[in-house]
């Protein structure tokens, strides 16, 4: 018996199959999905959750011969339980790449465990330029914030608005925001009348508007994470700033898609720069929308798109590799990863990790071809933008 045994074993490494290709095809593929599923930043989870579903469920969940496992935790937004969830997965679960981080302070607490571990770390949300710098295991399929407010500082300045008043969540994203909003500005000849910051959690911004209103702006400029646009909105509108002629002006994470239906008239007319809309119209993503909205009964926003470029970024460094994985193999098959996203042309660029993509200027309209519902409508784009916050 024994002898028979030892014979089919060599005779299976002599026909060339390595001993480490058999153990991995043996064993699922394991990547780790910590998101904000509760709290103040639940629709970032419930968005990205769908996306990786529908991902699953259009391209199926075996790769290479590898069964693909998603396991999603929920780290409430508290930077403490992404860090040990992390640590859980990489630790117990063993998984073969981590990914998600909801907001930036998020990914910071995670991105040493990447590190030690060697671990792929993909980043699905958190936006601020220096998250790829913290872990050479960071990949991102978000988007920076610098990458997005430099476009609208131009198109402001260009479009006979002269003051500006800036107002961001006071929190790391918020703080590059302003900076390259008010650069970008200031060299078009353009006036920063005043630089606000909110509190990120639970804020009230009737006090900061009043102070907007006091500062005499032709717009105000807005940045504030996925979730807070629409009571910003709402007291905007409550404080009566449109009705005084202060424009609105904004990255698009605050006419999300995941809200903006709901904001009604306010809304309207927005000017916003960012990478993502739902009604992006191209092929893709009109069957991306579609097939979203079948599966899940909401609108895909940013949250949800990069959710699913990710799956896709991981999926094809697993196939690179011939479904043999680790950390090192995926992460270099990861980077300089082109693709059509649903969002337009992207790039993973291998120097940064970061992602290259067109930056589009919208207009919040309701758009009769799409149910008369309210829509971002692209209507320029800036081709191609690397993350502008890298060299500086
Ligand atoms: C972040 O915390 O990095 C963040 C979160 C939500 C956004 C943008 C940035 O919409």
């Known amino acids: ?173 918020g703080v590059d925001a302003e900076k390259f909003f008010k650069n970008q500005f200031q060299l078009n000849g353009g006036q920063i009348v005043a630089n606000l910051r909110t509190p990120l959690k639970s804020p009230d911004f009737a006090p900061f508007l009043q102070r907007v209103r006091d500062s005499g702006p032709d717009a105000l400029f807005v940045f504030l994470p996925s979730g807070q646009g629409a009571t910003f909105m709402k007291q905007f509108a409550e404080r009566g700033l449109d009705k005084a002629g202060i424009r609105l002006i904004a990255t698009g994470d605050v006419t999300d898609d995941d809200q903006l239906n709901e904001m009604g008239d306010v809304a309207l007319g927005v000017i916003t720069s960012h990478h993502y809309s739902a009604a992006h119209p191209s092929p893709a993503n009109r069957k ?35 479904g043999q994985g680790g950390g090192d193999a995926l992460l270099a098959a990861m980077k300089g990863q082109i693709f059509e996203s649903p969002r337009g042309p992207v790039l993973i660029d291998a120097q940064t990790r970061d992602i290259v993509q067109d930056v589009y200027i919208r207009k919040v309209a309701r758009v009769e071809a799409l149910g008369g519902q309210l829509y971002n409508q692209e209507f320029d784009v800036q081709k191609q933008v690397k993350d502008p916050g890298k060299s500086k």
């Open 288 to 322: 991306f929308v579609d097939a979203f909205q079948a599966q899940s009964k909401f609108r895909p926003n940013f949250m949800a798109v990069a959710a699913y470029d990710g799956m896709r970024v991981i999926t094809k460094a697993l196939e690179a590799t011939k």
């Open 1 to 173: 018996m024994t002898r028979r045994y030892l014979l089919q074993a060599l005779l299976l490494f002599g026909a060339g199959l390595p001993a480490t290709m058999a153990l991995a095809a043996d064993k699922p593929f394991k990547i780790g999905f910590i998101l904000p599923m509760t709290g103040q930043s639940a629709s970032t989870g419930r968005q990205e959750e769908a996306a990786v579903k529908l991902f699953l469920a259009q391209n199926g969940s075996t790769v290479s011969g590898r069964k693909i496992e998603v396991i999603f935790k929920d780290d409430a937004g508290v930077a403490e339980q992404t860090r040990r969830t992390a640590q859980e997965l990489v630790v117990n679960e063993k998984v073969d790449v981590l990914a998600g981080f909801g907001l930036t302070p998020l990914a910071l607490a995670a991105a040493p465990i990447a590190t030690q571990s060697k671990t792929p770390m993909v980043v699905t949300a958190a936006a601020t330029s220096m998250i790829t710098e913290q872990s050479p295991y960071v990949v991102r399929t978000s988007f920076t914030l610098p990458q997005v407010s430099a476009s609208i500082a131009e198109w402001a300045a260009k479009n006979r608005i002269r003051k500006v008043a800036t107002l961001v969540a006071d929190y790391a994203p």
